[in-house]
């Protein structure tokens, strides 16, 4: 090793450090901006050591890109609103795969004929998952922004199609390994990856979108570990697998929130807009609900002592966070006690509801995860849902039959009423019917969250 | 160069461990900037990129340059959005009202 090898190499070591740190700094809100803070020194000094490196010869096309990239990076997480975080980390997961799958054409090109046949295999399977990442995080940014329908897109035999595919892949990535110079199957192996990477993000729908989000990041981190292994680079292959290992554990998180397999998310076209739709429709047409005005509901709130607010992807919907915080800064005045119940996967990504109320400025010691305020429920005179409606659903409890049993929901039906805000009577994305709108103690206040929230808190001013 | 791939394999599946341990310990309340956080991390490919983009290679030089600026927008943006992110989340010391039935302590 040079001297100046042997200094890269020191560096890297400090980054990956720094990296792992910052990881650490996010196990409590305390300490996880100075935790970010080392990340970023992490990051700097990775990028200036790469720069001393003896086969970075050229600096006008790095520069260009480095400015570039500085520029939009600065413009869109300056402007983007809290409420579209998850497109925007859907998008970023985008540029990550494509940055790591050009990366490995690039390397590709360049020494195609001086690969070992490891190098090569290693280029592949970044490729592979590099354009996968990308066609599936644009497909996942679409379904989040509604360009593609939010439901499942589904046809016949589409799971084998997808699985062959799978294989297919692996048997090019095969095949150049055996023979290096076949670069119209190494050109292959990257269609197969941007053709699964739409096929397999289709048939999944709306609701599951924080699974698929973790997923997906989990395989960016994944592309960057076989891009460490084919340069034989060590910071990409912890920093890769500090990536992927995040990803993996946050989509199992949302698997089990939702009682579901990781197979069941990927393969099972949950929530198809087909039959139980239908029957949802016709056996809610018997049944009867007590739409109420704002007026009975700021009654029942002014005679309530505590309040739990539920919110829901309907929320975000709505940009009702800051109207949240305002009905409860309202109550709080009247000495009435209010929590929020956040549920792991409620909105389209894991935290997106405690991202969305600490912006609003709600005080976190007032969020409560489902088994901290699960018992509370029964003691509290008032719930207000606000755009939730799977993770209130009673039939996950009592009803087998029903596409979301046995996943874990809020006890809401124990509370004394139920306030429930919501667009119209339609069953939400999932098309699951839900009891919980009809039953006695429940008050449906239709229409948009947050203009109802407003006129809450003007009610509750007049009858002062 | 025969054995280097094992060496590897060590630095994956130990750093996976770290992961795993390290990232079980964040709180819900934390996953979203864990994962915009991870995602400026794992903008680390921007090494690979700036070396591709680096090189005398001329295609090389012009995925690069596209991947350097992908992998930038991912590290600039990811770490300056975590960071608006995490500035939300801390705890207002001048919160509305002394509350004396909120907070953890007093729910259990």
Redesign the interface.
Known sequence: MSPTQIVLSLAYIVSAVLFILCLRGLSSPDGARRGLFLGEIGMLLAVVATLLHKDVVRYEWILAGLVLGSGIGIAISAWIPMTKMPERIAFSHAFGGLATALVGVAEYLREADQLSSFKVGALGFETFLGFLTFTGSIMAYGKLQGVITGAPVTWKGQNFMNIGLFFGSLAAIGVVVYDRSLSHVFFGIAGTGLALGVMAVLPIGGADMPVVISLLNSYAGLAACATGFALNSQILIISGALDGSSGILLSLLMSKAMNRSFANVLFGAFGTVSDPAAGAAASQAGKSYNEATVEDAAAVLMASQSVIFIPGYGMAVSQAQHAVRDLAASLERRGVDVKYAIHPVAGRMPGHMNVLLAEANVDYDKLFDLDNINDDFARTDAVIVVGANDVVNPAAKKDPSSPIYGMPVFNVEQSRSVIVLKRSMNPGFSGVENELFFQPNTMMVLGDAKKTLLALIGALKEGH | ?GT??VF?LY??VL??F???Q????????????????????????????????????F??????????????????????????????????PD???P?P????GA??
């Open positions: 160069m280097e791939w590897n630095v994956f750093a996976t770290v992961g795993y390290v990232i079980s310990r964040v709180p819900p309340l934390l996953h979203t900037p864990l994962m915009s956080g991870t995602n400026a991390i794992s903008g680390i490919s921007l090494v690979a990129s700036l070396l591709a983009a680096g090189s005398h290679h295609i090389s030089q012009v995925l690069g340059f596209v991947a350097v600026t992908c992998a930038t927008i991912n590290v600039v943006g990811g770490f300056l959005i975590t960071d608006r992110m995490l500035r939300m989340f801390r705890r207002k919160a509305p009202a509350k039935g909120t907070g953890k729910a259990s």
